[in-house]
């Protein structure tokens, strides 16, 4: 009697995991079902597509990338992969893709900006993130002139000073444009070579920069430089921030009677400008 209840009890657990797994079995294949009848009916056919942000990316471009037009399946391919494909296009930055149950897509993009541009076989534009976005057979007035370093792979897409050497130079064309030295619109030229940098102002001014070290003192002190050359309308043509303990400014000879003398150096010493200097050597002094 014991074996036969045994064997009872066993048989009604297999029925009843079988009764189990066979509602699981029924409810996804149901589930299966729904959604194949929904991908291949009309019901996710795109109707429209309207596209926001561009200027540089034609919207052809962007229809054809994401692989969406009008009559196509949304969700024969993911949200995710249309995205990321979007992304890999130089000029898009950030892309997103909505739709709703009655076949309208949008598509919104946020472009990069061209913030340098150097000079190769053509102009290499680049945003602020050292992207290069396109070449470009036109020089624009508006972007950061960069020289002084080769390109390796100067297609669009690519990044410029990917390499462990280029750190430093990365690092101060960053610096740069921080809002506390107040350089930023107010250089024109770039020049990055190994050891030293040289850089441009939109006034004309050279700026011997030179190495790469203390980077954040240099410009602190060619903040306040550049603001008492237009504070005093002095006529500066060179700062050179490694000739000396202090910066020298070089500025247009103002004395015509000697013909000889066309520039004159002045040390950054002179007591009214030292104020400001040891303000800044001060907060160096109590950061360190």
């Known amino acids: ?24 079995f029924i409810f996804f294949s149901f589930i299966f079902l729904i959604i194949f009848a929904l991908k291949n009916s009309n019901f996710f056919n795109v109707k429209s597509i309207n596209i926001e942000g561009n ?10 990338v994401s692989q969406l037009q009008k009559g196509s399946k949304f969700f024969v391919i993911s949200k995710k992969d249309r995205i990321e494909k979007l992304e890999s296009i130089p000029y898009i930055e950030d892309a997103k893709i909505s739709y709703n149950l009655r076949g309208k897509v949008t598509i919104k993009v946020k472009e990069r900006l061209p ?28 972007l950061v002139n960069l020289s002084g370093f080769n390109v390796e792979n100067p297609q669009a897409g690519n990044y410029i000073l990917t ?29 990055l070579l190994d050891s030293i940098s040289t850089f441009t102002t939109v006034d004309g001014i050279k700026i011997e920069f030179g190495s790469y070290s203390n980077v954040d003192y240099k410009l ?8 008492d050359i237009s504070t005093t309308n002095k006529n500066a043509i060179i700062i050179q921030m490694e000739k000396g303990e202090s910066p020298i400014l070089i500025t247009d000879g103002e004395d015509n009677k000697k013909s000889d003398e066309k520039e004159k150096k002045t040390s950054i010493k002179d007591e009214e400008k030292n104020k400001s200097y040891r303000e800044i050597n001060k907060l160096d002094e109590n950061a360190n």
């Open 1 to 24: 009697m014991k074996k036969m209840e045994k064997k009872k009890r066993k048989l009604n657990k297999k029925r009843k995991y079988f009764r189990i797994f066979s509602r699981f």
């Open 55 to 64: 200027q540089n990316v034609s919207a052809g471009k962007i229809k054809k």
């Open 115 to 142: 913030y340098y541009q150097l000079e190769s076989t053509e102009y290499l534009l680049v945003d602020d993130k050292f992207r290069i976005l396109e070449n470009s057979d036109k020089k624009s007035d508006n």
């Open 163 to 191: 390499n462990s050497e280029d750190q430093e130079k990365r690092n101060l064309l960053l610096s740069l444009r921080q809002d506390e030295y107040s350089l930023h619109g107010n250089i024109r030229d770039i020049e």
């Open 220 to 227: 602190k002190m060619l903040s306040l430089i550049l603001k």
